[in-house]
């Protein structure tokens, strides 16, 4: 019995040959799972939440069943509430509590839908017109060193932002304590600290 003696070209070949299938680097694209096309891949994370605007919020509350519902009373906005606020006044989602005739309802929105639910409180009673305030964006602006401080250079959220009873009012919790700031919802004089 014999042996061959192989020649090293052919042998490295033989080696590089099964390293690259190994390594994936020689694969059909038609069974990879890898997107098609050339370019660059977006890979940013989808759970981040959209932000929205209080506006975006209004807008989707106008086209609502709630407010097209033809021979029906029209809604009446008192309460706003936006969570998680950031620097720029925009929210992961906005509560409307809405007045349609006598019956409260909240209105939710948030950057993947909407939903109207029952409101079982009380709303209260004085109506926001939403032309006639600032858009939290423009109390925002108003405030930039305030602004600042709270979300911590833009690295943080404020926690909530209220309209309601004439007043926006918001809260931040930082370092296990509360701040909260009143303002005028139309000049966005402030009018206390607690």
Known sequence: MGFRIVQPTAFLSVLMIL???CSGCITSRENSG???GEGITDITP??????????????A???SDLARVQDSPPIHIHYIRGESVDGNGTSQGWIIGVLKGNKPFYFVYTGSGQQIMDCNNDLPSQEIIPEKILSPDALFRQRPL??????????REIDSLEVRDGSYIMTSLSEGKVRVFYFDM?????MKQE
């Not at 989808?46 to 807008?59: F, K, M, N, T, W």
């Not at 139309?186 to 402030?190: F, K, N, Q, R, V």
């Open 46 to 59: 989808r759970d981040e939440q959209e932000r929205i605007p209080l506006s975006g919020a209004l807008a």
């Open 61 to 63: 509350l106008e086209g």
């Open 186 to 190: 139309i000049s966005g004089i402030e």
């Open 19 to 21: 390293a690259l299938l």
């Open 34 to 36: 890898s997107p098609q």
């Open 146 to 155: 305030l602004i600042q401080d709270l979300t911590d250079g833009g690295r």
